[in-house]
């Protein structure tokens, strides 16, 4: 029998060998979202004749591409891009097991605009390799075209237009991982959903959806909680949308044939009117659909009971937002902007605290944006499951202006182990890094076979109203007890290990 040629309920896939595993990349898991299907619910890829080869590039959704290559100077400029990009990638160890595997499913971040599950930094092996399970990633809808909020102007059609269509997405991709992955070896009980930044935003979300309910069982968040906008929002924002591509309310079928360019020129220039204030445009929407409430009402009400989660921020995750000579907002600027993304007035009084430097409004985005969200998670899931924190440390490079802090997204390559990508991009890898790699790794997928991350090498209690324990990580990582209570207390409104 060939361990490559998997049978799928569309059809026959041909795998191959790479870096130690089995891989088969670019597998639809849904009907291109294109013509009339745009801005339309997710529909299961259609069946496909012969045997589809498992080696091709999963192109991104259409988005803006950095091209400098961002913090760590990957470019991803030669990557093509199109609306046909409902794919997932799945990695699984070099020999079938005996019994099935546990699996994590990836869902990248990218603050809902870019991103995509093929990135290179994203490449499953090592963690299928030396973890014994199965990993999968998945691409989804993004910017407007991915949460342009548009059910409004569906009324009772069964299949109009959606909001939330990024999300849908993930979730027709987590129902082709509950119906396909034991073909690979994979167990469809034993799913773990782990993303960072609009990845775990994503999963919050998820953790909220009724569709997404019994589509995995536990959920790893790296910085990133509960984000959504109001109905009330997303209308304003969608028909600002619709005015500046001159398409009345009435005529949404125009859209079928706009250029994706147009949109996304469109995008930009919504978000130009907005101002310097405004913060992630295209992201979630309580719809009272799709998405009931927002995520974190949902999660404090029992919707995600039973989920173990494991919830972490890194330590300057402002740092790659905010460079070095950056203008700073003015103090009002700064007032509304945190009094939005925090969804409380407090937040204005908050803000003055930060010195107007770069290292304070760092520390600012960092403190009142991550952190604070992901202990209000925390603190909603505590009543329904076991909760795990972690606070990442590691400065790369000390002395550089963004690779010597450790700035939002800079755990990931840790996670995934693909410090070699680093090192072949001109970062000197060192062999303290590929230790913390090696343990942040094996905590990560030791949480996906087991339900929690303590390994032989590094015990992690579980976070609790009391102790509140916390696992930093850095070039020696230890667990903590309730790390800065102070300003956690101020955040949050905790008193005593209450909410208050």
Not at 304 to 316: C, S
Not at 481 to 498: F, I, Q
Request: charged share 20%; net charge negative; aromatic share 8%.
């Amino acid at each position: 029998m060939d361990d490559l040629l998997i049978r799928t309920h569309n059809g026959q896939i041909q795998g191959y060998i790479q870096n130690g595993v089995r891989t088969w990349k670019a597998i639809p898991y849904a009907e291109p979202p294109v013509s009339e299907r745009r801005f339309r619910k997710p529909l299961p890829a259609r069946p496909w004749a012969g045997v589809r080869p498992g080696d091709m590039t999963v192109p991104l959704a259409p988005q803006r591409v950095n091209p400098t290559g961002g913090a760590f100077g990957l470019k991803r400029d030669q990557i093509p891009q199109s609306e046909d990009c409902l794919y997932v990638n799945v990695w699984a160890p070099d020999a079938p097991a005996l019994q099935p595997l546990p699996v994590m499913v990836w869902i990248h971040g990218g603050a809902f605009v870019t991103g995509g599950g093929g990135l290179p930094v994203y490449d499953g092996s090592v963690l299928a390799r030396r973890g014994g399970l199965i990993v999968v990633s998945l691409s989804y809808r993004l910017g407007p075209l991915g949460f342009a909020h548009l059910s409004p102007y569906s009324g009772e059609s069964e299949d109009g237009y959606v909001s939330n269509l990024g999300l849908l997405d993930q979730i027709e991709a987590l129902r082709w991982v509950k119906h396909n992955i034991a073909a690979f070896g994979g167990d469809p009980q034993q799913v773990t959903v782990f993303g960072e930044s609009a990845g775990s935003m994503s999963i919050a979300a998820l953790l909220a959806m009724p569709a997404a309910q019994g589509l995995f069982c536990r959920a790893i968040m790296q910085s990133g909680a509960s984000q959504a906008i109001s109905d009330r929002q997303g209308r304003l924002l969608t028909k600002g949308l619709l005015d500046i591509l001159g398409i009345p309310e009435d005529q949404l079928e125009r859209l079928h044939e706009v250029p994706a360019e147009d949109i996304l020129r469109a995008a930009d220039q919504l978000k130009q009117a907005a101002g310097a204030g405004a913060v992630m445009l295209f992201q979630p929407v309580v719809d009272g659909k799709s998405l009931p409430v927002t995520p974190l009402e949902a999660v404090g009400a029992g919707s995600a009971a039973g989920i173990e989660i494991m919830i972490g921020t890194n330590r300057e995750e402002g740092a790659l937002f905010i460079p070095e000579g950056m203008p700073m907002l003015t103090k009002e600027q700064n007032a509304r902007a945190y009094t939005v993304v925090t969804g409380t007035k407090e937040a204005a009084g908050w803000i003055e605290s930060y010195p107007a430097t770069v290292a304070g409004q760092r520390q600012a985005m960092t403190e009142l944006f991550f952190w604070r969200s992901a202990l209000q998670f925390a603190e909603a899931q505590l009543p329904y499951a076991a909760v795990w924190m972690y606070r990442y440390d590691y400065a790369m490079l000390p002395g550089d202006p963004l690779l010597g802090t450790a700035f939002h997204s800079a755990e990931i390559p840790f996670v995934f182990n693909n410090l070699d990508l680093l090192a072949g991009a001109g970062m000197a890898v060192n062999e303290e890094m590929r230790t913390l790699a090696e343990r942040m790794q094996e905590a990560w997928t030791t949480f996906a076979k087991c339900g929690q991350p303590s390994t032989p090498s590094q015990s992690w209690p579980a976070y609790d109203a009391a102790e509140r324990w916390t696992m930093v990580f850095g070039a020696d990582s230890t667990v903590v007890r309730d790390p800065e209570a102070e300003k956690r207390r101020m955040l949050t409104g905790g008193t005593n290990g209450k909410q208050s």
